[in-house]
Structures are given as structure tokens and as C-alpha cells.
């Protein structure tokens, strides 16, 4: 696990673990030593965890690396681990090296896009057996060239939800104090560059102007990071420019995100650069009808308008016109987030997800 937060990559890198548990594979996390709640995440969950210390390659310096490289190996070596799986790009560069040393095969999840690769980068990760990429796009963009031989689509999955119980929206809404009627624009997702919030806030000016009260809800962490807290201050700066702050309500991070999206209306995906949204995918699971941006693999998700609504990047008008469709018009709402249930129950379930890790497994180990 190469971040210190609890992300996307910490959510997918749990959904793998159970999934593969039920076929025959134990998991344990490897997770940074200054990575305390990523540590209790995965031990909640009842995944044991290992420490392991974050060093970069230096050129110049590069006892340090190598020295740790050794140590990762005979932890690896000591807990007889048969196969490695890096969670993110960043993983593999850190400890694809120590699995090679080890003797074991080594995968690698590619969930971002990733334009270029360096010289460096390529050294670090020639140990990769095969690399898992999120989408389709996110294979085509990387920067490394990879073959069939040794790259593979793997679509997440999760487990479908039966819908928004009357009981739960309203339970969640009292405690967000939202009114039972107001209109719910939610998002799920930290408050980082990577996430374009300020296309957001400058739709939102258009959203309330044509529906009254309309209320945007931002589920993820603000506070814990200093790089959050940053930007969340930019992002903050620009709502009270535009007059908007008021409308909006920012709730940190929540462990319950499923359950807080019972309260939404509508969902929202604003952002940069996506590999495959996992927030998309659950949004649609319950039954939530999706507006989010048409980068990357998202439209390998939202593939037409029956499941889902998207805009051009940084295009808030365009962003602003497909809220207000779905706010204005429950019926157009309500068929777009069934259609979407219905996706993803087709395409993106957890039986065929768990199956198909586990044929990777099993390949990489025979």
C-alpha cells in the first residue's frame, strides 16, 4: 500500500482481499510505517499488516534503497508470501524491486492514468510480472509499453445494493441537518487537485439559481492532510467568491460513504483524471443517478445516457444543465439510476470480479 491516507486504492485493495478469500487466497497488507489508520483500516477488516518504511531511489544515495529493498524481501520471505500485488504504480516502484529479490511474482494495479514513466521508473519496475490496468484508457495512456503477455483489463466489482431505504435516507439526513425535502447533490471524494472541485462550485451558481435550496454534500477527507487542507482552502476561497459556501456542506471523511449516499438525489463526479472510479460504480449500485466527467474510464462505464449523464472536463455550464435536468425531472432520475442499478449488477458484479482476480492469481503463481 503506497499512500498514507485511506483512498480509493485502500477500498479497492480491501474489495480484492475479500473477494479472494472465499478461493483459496490469504492476504496480508503491506502498509507504511507512518500510515497508522491505513494499518487499522485493513486490521478491521481483518487483514493482518506489516510495517515497511517509504524510501525513494536516489542515485546519488542509493544504499538506503537497496538496504530496504533487502528488508521488505526477507519479510517477504519470512511470512511466506508466494506472490506480491502492488496497489498502485507507486507500490511497484517502492516494492516491485524487493519481490524480484525474493523470488516471487509481482503484479502491479495501474488505477491513474500514468504519461510517462521514467528511465528510473522502468528499472524499478522490470520485476512486474503482469500489470492489472482499472480501463481500457488507462492501458492505452500508460507510459510504458505494455503487450498482452504482460497487461490485462480487470474491471472492478462490488456488491450490488438493493437501494435507499426511506428509513435511511431520512436517518442520514437528520444527522447531516437536512431537511427531508431539500434537494441532495452529492460527492464522495477527498478534497485534492485531483478532483475538480472548482468546476463544481462555479456550477453550483447555475444549480441554485434554478432550484432553490438545492444542497451540494462532500463526503471525504478536508482535515487529515495537509495537502487537503490546502486545497480545501483554495476550494473554500473560490465558494465564497461566488457566493455559494452556503450551500454546501463538507463532512470530512466518513467510513459509512455507502450508507451516507442514501440521503443523495443525485451524485456527482467533477474531476481531472479518473483511472475507474470505484465511487461511480457504487453510486450507481444504489441506485443513484450519476452525473460525472468524461475522462479517462469513466465512459467505459457510462457508455450512454439510459445509465448515466457526462459533461466535458471543466465544462461547468454543461455540468450545471445536466444537474438541473435530473433535479427538475424525478421520473428522468429515477429511470437513469435504475438503468444504472441494473449496469452494474450486468457488468460489474462481485461473483465475476472475484473470479476473474483469482484466474490472475493462479496464473501468475503457475
Same mark, same amino acid.
Given at each position: 500500500m503506497p499512500w498514507a491516507g485511506i483512498g480509493g486504492t485502500e477500498h479497492a485493495t480491501l474489495r480484492i482481499a475479500r473477494a479472494v478469500r472465499d478461493r483459496g487466497f490469504h492476504s496480508i497488507a503491506f502498509c507504511r510505517d507512518d500510515a497508522p489508520e491505513v494499518h487499522e483500516f485493513f486490521r478491521a477488516a481483518e487483514i493482518p499488516t506489516v510495517s515497511y518504511r517509504l524510501t525513494e531511489l536516489s542515485l546519488r544515495a542509493p544504499v538506503a534503497f537497496a538496504r530496504n529493498t533487502r528488508t521488505i524481501a526477507r519479510e517477504l520471505k519470512r511470512l511466506d508470501v508466494d506472490l506480491l500485488h502492488c496497489?498502485?504504480?507507486?507500490?511497484?516502484?517502492?516494492?516491485?524491486?524487493?519481490? &524480484?529479490?525474493? &523470488?516471487?511474482?509481482v503484479l502491479c494495479h495501474v488505477r491513474n492514468p500514468v504519461?510517462?514513466?521514467?528511465?528510473?521508473?522502468r528499472m524499478l519496475l522490470a520485476p512486474v510480472r503482469r500489470f492489472v490496468f482499472v480501463s481500457r484508457d488507462t492501458w492505452s495512456t500508460f507510459g510504458l509499453p505494455v503487450g498482452p503477455e504482460r497487461g490485462t483489463v480487470?474491471?472492478?466489482?462490488?456488491?450490488?445494493?438493493? &437501494?435507499?431505504?426511506?428509513?435511511?435516507?431520512?436517518e442520514v439526513r437528520r444527522e447531516l441537518s437536512l431537511a427531508p425535502d431539500v434537494p441532495v447533490v452529492g460527492m464522495t471524494a477527498r478534497v485534492s487537485p485531483q478532483k475538480d472541485y472548482l468546476t463544481l462550485a462555479r456550477a453550483a451558481v447555475e444549480v441554485r439559481r434554478a432550484v432553490p435550496g438545492v444542497r451540494f454534500v462532500i463526503v471525504g477527507d478536508h482535515t487529515e492532510h495537509e495537502a487537503h487542507r490546502e486545497h480545501f482552502a483554495m476550494v473554500r476561497e473560490e465558494l465564497v467568491r461566488?457566493?455559494?459556501?452556503? +450551500?454546501? *456542506?463538507?463532512?470530512?471523511?466518513?467510513?459509512?460513504? &455507502?450508507?451516507v449516499m442514501r440521503a443523495f438525489d443525485v451524485f456527482v463526479l467533477s474531476t481531472h483524471f479518473e483511472g475507474l472510479p470505484l465511487v461511480v460504480l457504487e453510486a450507481m449500485s444504489v441506485g443513484l443517478p450519476v452525473?460525472?466527467?468524461?475522462?479517462?474510464?469513466?465512459?467505459?462505464?457510462?457508455?450512454?445516457?439510459?445509465?448515466?449523464? *457526462?459533461?466535458?472536463?471543466?465544462?461547468?455550464? +454543461?455540468?450545471?444543465?445536466?444537474?438541473?435536468a435530473l433535479l427538475t425531472d424525478p421520473a428522468r432520475a429515477a429511470r437513469v439510476g435504475d438503468a444504472g442499478r441494473a449496469l452494474v449488477r450486468q457488468r460489474f458484479g462481485m461473483e465475476t470480479f472475484a473470479e476473474n482476480v483469482a484466474s490472475l492469481y493462479r496464473d501468475a503463481l503457475r
Open positions: 496497489a498502485d504504480v507507486d507500490a511497484g516502484i517502492e516494492a516491485g524491486l524487493a519481490g &524480484g529479490v525474493a &523470488g516471487i511474482p504519461l510517462t514513466v521514467s528511465r528510473r521508473e480487470l474491471y472492478d466489482g462490488i456488491v450490488p445494493s438493493d &437501494g435507499a431505504s426511506a428509513e435511511t435516507r431520512s461566488l457566493g455559494v459556501l452556503d +450551500a454546501f *456542506l463538507f463532512t470530512g471523511f466518513r467510513s459509512d460513504v &455507502g450508507r452525473v460525472a466527467t468524461a475522462v479517462n474510464g469513466i465512459p467505459e462505464v457510462i457508455d450512454s445516457e439510459e445509465v448515466g449523464l *457526462l459533461h466535458p472536463h471543466e465544462d461547468s455550464d +454543461a455540468l450545471a444543465r445536466q444537474l438541473i
